[in-house]
């Protein structure tokens, strides 16, 4: 029985030599680590005298600008025709017209039909060249032209509605519109 306990005190002495060597182990690398250079906090270089001069930047000589423009399109109406209009509409942009015309005067009772379908209007496709870096109420042409298989004779003297442009082959997201007269229709 003194055997079994004089041998459990060894290996307790073994297993606090073991931890008392690793903790001294483990104290020396962190003081040497700490050591890498020579003086204290006052002799370190400042960010000053650590910064490299690369010399001249690309953002210092470059302009960042942007030539591209951004094809816009749409469907609208021009009035004031004095009969050279057409009555004549593709279904799936009547539809269309209808829907933005009441969206765009919703207390106004007004028979859609009859503005659409007068000889003194006529349906058009709005096309138009945006500059990428368009702010608001900034000015761009577009071409207006009277849709094909249509009756529409001229566009002279008419106006253009207030019609919404879209990004050429998308459905949604980018949005402008026009309106306005001028003697350049076709």
């Not at 990428?132 to 008419?158: H, I, K, P």
């Amino acid at each position: 029985m003194a055997n079994l306990f004089f041998g459990a005190v060894g290996l307790m002495e073994t297993y606090w030599r073991k931890l008392v060597f690793v903790t001294s182990l483990l104290i020396v690398f962190l003081l040497m680590a700490g050591c890498d250079e020579p003086g204290g906090p006052e002799q370190w270089p400042t960010v000053a005298e650590t910064t490299i001069d690369i010399g001249t930047t690309i953002g210092s000589l470059a302009e960042v600008f942007a030539l591209e423009t951004i094809g816009v399109e749409g469907y609208g109406l021009v009035g004031g025709l004095r009969g050279t209009g057409s009555s004549q509409c593709p279904p799936r942009i009547r539809k269309y017209l209808e829907r933005y015309i009441k969206r765009q005067l919703p207390e106004h009772k007004m028979d859609i039909d009859t503005l659409i379908g007068s000889n003194n209007t006529a349906v058009v496709l709005v096309e138009g060249a945006m500059p990428a870096a368009v702010s608001n109420n900034q000015y761009f042409d577009v071409r207006v032209t009277a849709l094909t298989r249509t009756q529409t004779t001229s566009l002279e003297g008419g106006w253009l509605y207030r019609c919404e442009l879209k990004a050429k082959g998308r459905m949604g997201g980018l949005r402008a519109l026009a309106d306005g007269r001028t003697g350049l229709y076709r």
